[in-house]
C-alpha cells in the first residue's frame, strides 16, 4: 500500500506512532511511524487525523543529521 503525503493520519492500517519522551508535558510534539514500503510519515501529535507527511528514510537521515550539527538552531 502507498500511503500519499496529505493523507488522514488516522487512516495509516497497521502502524505504530513514536512520541519523543522529551516532548512537551502537554503533549505537543511531532510522531513519527514506519510504513511498510519503507518510508516513514510525521504527524502532529496535537491533530492525529490531520495530514501526514512522508518520507524516505533517506530524507529523514539528512533532517535528523542537520539538527544534530545545529544547522536548524536559529530557529529555537
Known amino acids: 500500500m502507498v500511503f ?3 493523507s488522514p493520519a488516522d487512516r495509516v492500517p497497521g502502524v505504530t506512532w513514536v512520541k519523543s519522551t522529551a516532548s512537551a508535558r502537554d503533549g505537543n510534539c511531532v510522531e513519527l511511524a514506519a510504513l511498510p ?8 501529535s496535537r491533530f492525529p ?6 518520507y524516505t528514510r533517506q530524507e529523514l537521515r539528512a533532517f535528523v543529521s542537520g ?10
Open 4 to 6: 500519499e503525503n496529505g
Open 37 to 44: 514500503n519503507g518510508e516513514v510519515a510525521v504527524r502532529n
Open 67 to 76: 539538527v544534530r550539527a545545529g544547522e536548524f538552531d536559529s530557529l529555537l
Open 49 to 54: 487525523g490531520g495530514p501526514a507527511l512522508v
